[in-house]
T-cell receptor
Framework: AQTVTQSQPEMSVQEAETVTLSCTYD???????LFWYKQPPSRQMILVIR??????QNATENRFSVNFQKAAKSFSLKISDSQLGDAAMYFC???????????????FGKGTLLTVNP | ETGVTQTPRHLVMGMTNKKSLKCEQH?????MYWYKQSAKKPLELMFV???????ENNSVPSRFSPECPNSSHLFLHLHTLQPEDSALYLC?????????????FGPGTRLTVT
C-alpha cells in the first residue's frame, strides 16, 4: 500500500519570505498523481497544486511551486513571498494512476501546520 | 449556493442515538466521498460513490451507513457510535474521481459522541 509522510508537523515563516514543506511517499507504481491541499482554520480544504508523475517539469501556481524528485519519491512544496493568508494545515496526497477502484483513493499525509508571522 | 455544503456543522450525540450527516454538491460532479479527520492522523477515506454507485468502502464499521440517492446528495447515517468516532467528517466531490481530478471539500461536520 502507498504511504505518504510529512516529516514536519509544524513550520513557521516570516511574512514575505519563502518556506518549503516536505513530503515523501512510498510506492512501487510508475504512474501516479501528487497533490498539495491546504486547510485553513475555517476548515474548508482546497487544492493548492498537483503534479503528474509522468511530467518531468515541476508544477507551479503563482507563488506555489513543487520540487518533484521521482527517483527520491519526494514532492516538496515551496511557498514564495508568504502571506498571512497562507497560514493553514497543508496536506500532501497521492493517487494511483492504475485502472480500477484504486484510482479513486487519495492517500494523505498527516499534514504540516504552517504559521505565518507578520 | 455553490460548492459543497454539509449539514449540520456541529453534532453532539449519545452512543444510542441515530443521526444523519448530509452533503450536497452544486458542481455537477459524478463522484462523492466521505472522509474522517481525527487529530494527528491522516484523513481516512471512508466511502466513495461514482455515478451513485459505491465504488470503495475502506473497511468502515457497519455503524456508519452511506447513502447516495443521486449524484448531488450524499448521506452518512450514524447509529450506536463509539466515543472514538468523534471527529471531523468531511464530504468531497470531484468530476470523475480519477487521475489528476481535483476534489472539492465541504466545511465538515464536527461530531462529538458522548
Amino acid at each position: 500500500a502507498q504511504t505518504v509522510t510529512q516529516s514536519q508537523p509544524e513550520m513557521s515563516v516570516q511574512e514575505a519570505e519563502t518556506v518549503t514543506l516536505s513530503c515523501t511517499y512510498d510506492t512501487s507504481e510508475s504512474d501516479y498523481y501528487l497533490f498539495w491541499y491546504k486547510q485553513p482554520p475555517s476548515r474548508q480544504m482546497i487544492l493548492v497544486i498537483r503534479q503528474e508523475a509522468y511530467k518531468q517539469q515541476n508544477a507551479t501556481e503563482n507563488r506555489f511551486s513543487v520540487n518533484f524528485q521521482k527517483a527520491a519519491k519526494s514532492f516538496s512544496l515551496k511557498i514564495s513571498d508568504s502571506q498571512l493568508g497562507d497560514a493553514a494545515m497543508y496536506f500532501c496526497a497521492y493517487r494511483s494512476g492504475l485502472g480500477g477502484g484504486s484510482n479513486y483513493k487519495l492517500t494523505f499525509g498527516k499534514g504540516t501546520l504552517l504559521t505565518v508571522n507578520p | 449556493e455553490t460548492g459543497v455544503t454539509q449539514t449540520p456543522r456541529h453534532l453532539v450525540m449519545g452512543m444510542t442515538n441515530k443521526k444523519s450527516l448530509k452533503c450536497e454538491q452544486h458542481l455537477g460532479h459524478n463522484a462523492m466521498y466521505w472522509y474522517k479527520q481525527s487529530a494527528k492522523k491522516p484523513l481516512e477515506l471512508m466511502f466513495v460513490y461514482s455515478l451513485e454507485e459505491r465504488v470503495e468502502n475502506n473497511s468502515v464499521p457497519s455503524r456508519f451507513s452511506p447513502e447516495c440517492p443521486n449524484s448531488s446528495h450524499l448521506f452518512l447515517h450514524l447509529h450506536t457510535l463509539q466515543p472514538e468516532d468523534s471527529a471531523l467528517y468531511l464530504c468531497a466531490s470531484s468530476q470523475d474521481g480519477k487521475g489528476r481530478d481535483e476534489q472539492y471539500f465541504g466545511p465538515g461536520t464536527r461530531l462529538t459522541v458522548t
